[in-house]
């Protein structure tokens, strides 16, 4: 599960100086049969339950999370940035009150969260009063009502982390340090509102609820999917030691405590190509895991997307992590399927233009030759290896 983090105070001065930035946006969506582009939800104002969320392919068709990177080449410094994104950093505090540094190298395999430190979606339900606690609220200041059923709470233990979708518009909020009150409000602490036909991800500097700046439901593993065995989108992964003070588009800031030469977060990787899927083992005794015949499906789909989308880096945790959609997926996998896997086991598409957070002096936002993450037109490498 993700590791907790504490991380607004110097970052919102920092943004301060740097000022707002608008987040991008531009029409187009691609969504299988149905090219709408809108989320269509039918709610009974009287009903105080949600309504299931429309699984379609959030953000246009030039989102970097549903551009395929299958024939992408690989960054010269793929191995070396997947060696030190193992290393978690930590502090340790002696009798006396001195600490030092700790580096703890993880070997885990790959885990996907499907209850803890994983994104509720909700859509429908009453109008709820949504109240900010801080002075600083994002795109929280001119959103007060939104509806949201009384049904799935924000879960304070785990950041908050809460997504609502607007079931008037094509726009979701995700909340941030969120929990319900006693008079059934819901507070948080930060609120940034996302287009659902844009590009997925904010101008360098912008805050969001993830430490990355970008959207919590991007990147899930949704039911739907799962059950169709076809995922068509990248996934969300954190890693135990994401770079600090340094992120590549799409990426637009980084909670990241690991090396500067590290993964940065907005990276994407890709599973090799020659990887075959280990069976997970228990962690504690190294005995195999037997999967059922619906896991193993299930686990072959997640492969075959991380093949073909690869995942983008979106925060820091204890182990390698993808994410699941909360509380409606866990009944389906359990979360140790793709155990077999460690990060030697993907690859560094080539980094965007690295930025600095906070900001450094006079520094500005780089027009970027080509959109975030590498160009579908890219030649693959041979075999999976580093050029």
């Known amino acids: 599960m993700s590791a907790p983090r504490i991380r607004r105070t110097h970052r919102l001065a920092a943004l301060a100086a740097v000022g707002s930035v608008l987040l991008a946006g531009c029409a187009g969506s691609d969504s299988g049969n149905d090219r709408s582009g809108e989320v269509v939800v039918t709610v009974d104002p009287t009903q105080t ?7 379609r392919r959030f953000f246009n068709d030039g989102s970097p999370w549903n551009r395929r990177i299958d024939t992408s080449r690989v960054d010269p410094r793929s191995n070396q940035m997947i060696q030190f994104a193992h290393e978690r950093v930590g502090v340790i505090e002696r009798p006396g009150g001195t600490s030092f540094i700790s580096r703890n190298f993880v070997e885990d395999g790959l885990y996907i969260n499907t209850v803890r430190w994983t994104v509720p979606v909700v859509a429908g339900g009453r109008p709820t ?51 319900r009150e006693a008079d059934d409000t819901i507070s ?42 076809e995922i068509q989108h990248a996934l969300a992964i954190s890693v135990p030691g994401p770079a600090t003070g340094i992120f590549v588009q799409p990426a637009s800031s980084t909670d990241g405590n690991g090396r500067t030469r590290s993964l940065p977060e907005g990276a994407r990787i890709r599973l090799r190509r020659d990887v075959v899927l280990p069976p997970p083992r228990d962690p504690r005794t190294g005995k195999i895991i037997k999967l059922t015949k619906q896991q193993q499906r299930l686990a072959d789909a997640i492969v075959a997307c991380l093949r073909t989308y ?23 996998i359990r979360g140790n ?16 233009h690295p930025y600095h957070y906070p900001p450094e002096e006079d520094e500005t936002v780089v027009e970027p030759s080509e959109s975030p993450n590498a160009s579908p037109s890219s030649s693959p490498t041979e075999g999976g290896a580093v050029q």
């Open 49 to 55: 339950g949600g309504v299931v969320v429309p699984e």
């Open 337 to 352: 399927e793709l155990q077999g896997l460690t990060l030697d086991d993907f690859e560094v598409l080539p980094l965007g």
């Open 188 to 229: 948080y602490n930060y609120m940034r509102k996302w287009d659902l036909n844009g590009p997925g991800y904010s101008e360098p500097w912008t805050e969001g609820a993830r430490g990355s700046g970008l959207p919590l439901f991007a990147g899930l593993i949704r039911p739907g999917e799962l059950e169709s065995g």
């Open 310 to 332: 690869g995942a983008i880096v979106v925060d820091r945790a204890a182990v390698p992590t993808l994410y699941a959609q909360r509380d409606v997926t866990n009944g389906l």
């Open 129 to 179: 009063s949504l109240v900010c606690r801080q002075l600083v609220c994002g795109d929280g200041a001119d959103t007060t009502v939104l509806n949201i059923p009384d049904d799935v709470d924000p879960d304070p233990r785990y950041d908050g982390w809460y997504t609502v979708f607007d079931t008037t518009a094509s726009v979701a909020y995700d909340l941030w340090r969120a929990r």
